[in-house]
T-cell receptor
């Protein structure tokens, strides 16, 4: 089954404790992206990657890092999480041609 | 940065009614996409539009790519309770990233 998976689905952590949210897709897509969703703000792009070893900032990259060492994986790293990063996070992927993005199920992160 | 204005922000309708929502931008887009997000899930693609003036249907859903390339609308006919969710528009420029609207939250009363 074609899908985008994220782990964990839920995470509660404390300020400053480094964490990684994994994202994996099995559709051989070149393009992958991370979004955060907050009430009233819709989906805002954090980082995106056009292909392996190619990453770029989205609209709200501060406080986040990403890497794209393999085509299928695109982890999101919070080196020192803060409460304002409490949010619902989505990973998405698409082929370069269509950019019709397929979304993962989401990761709800709470930083206390 | 670029912004999409999606309206309305929320809608409360009776089952069987038709629904209409739209997105507008000050910028031209080459692609318009419409997504639906069910509670606790990620957005799912409903309709993709690639040409100005294009009108595309997916069951009871119909979406159009505006002639000016700065807007798009989504219609849902004869709504049913499972239409409940948040609908997002998204626009993309040539080679550019996808920009999402703020979403329209739809509630359907049986």
């Amino acid at each position: 089954e074609a899908q985008v998976t994220q782990n964990p689905r839920y995470l509660i952590t404390v300020t400053g404790k480094k964490l990684t949210v994994t994202c994996s897709q099995n559709m051989n897509h070149e393009y992958m992206s991370w979004y955060r969703q907050d009430p009233g703000l819709g989906l805002r792009q954090i980082y995106y990657s056009m292909n392996v070893e190619v990453t770029d900032k989205g609209d709200v990259p501060e406080g986040y890092k990403v890497s794209r060492k393999e085509k299928r994986n695109f982890p999101l790293i919070l080196e020192s999480p803060s409460p304002n990063q409490t949010s619902l996070y989505f990973c998405a992927s698409s082929s370069r041609q269509t950019l019709e993005q397929y979304f993962g199920p989401g990761t709800r992160l709470t930083v206390t | 940065g670029q912004q999409l204005n999606q309206s309305p922000q929320s809608m409360f309708i009776q089952e069987g009614e038709d629904v209409s929502m739209n997105c507008t931008s000050s910028s031209i887009f080459n692609t318009w996409l419409w997504y639906k997000q069910d509670p606790g899930e990620g957005p799912v693609l409903l309709i993709a539009l690639y040409k100005a003036g294009e009108l595309t249907s997916n069951g009871r859903l119909t979406a159009q790519f505006g002639i000016t390339r700065k807007d798009s609308f989504l219609n849902i006919s004869a709504s049913i309770p499972s239409d409940v969710g948040i609908y997002f528009c998204a626009g993309q420029r040539q080679g550019g990233k996808l920009i999402f609207g703020q979403g329209t939250e739809l509630s359907v009363k049986p």
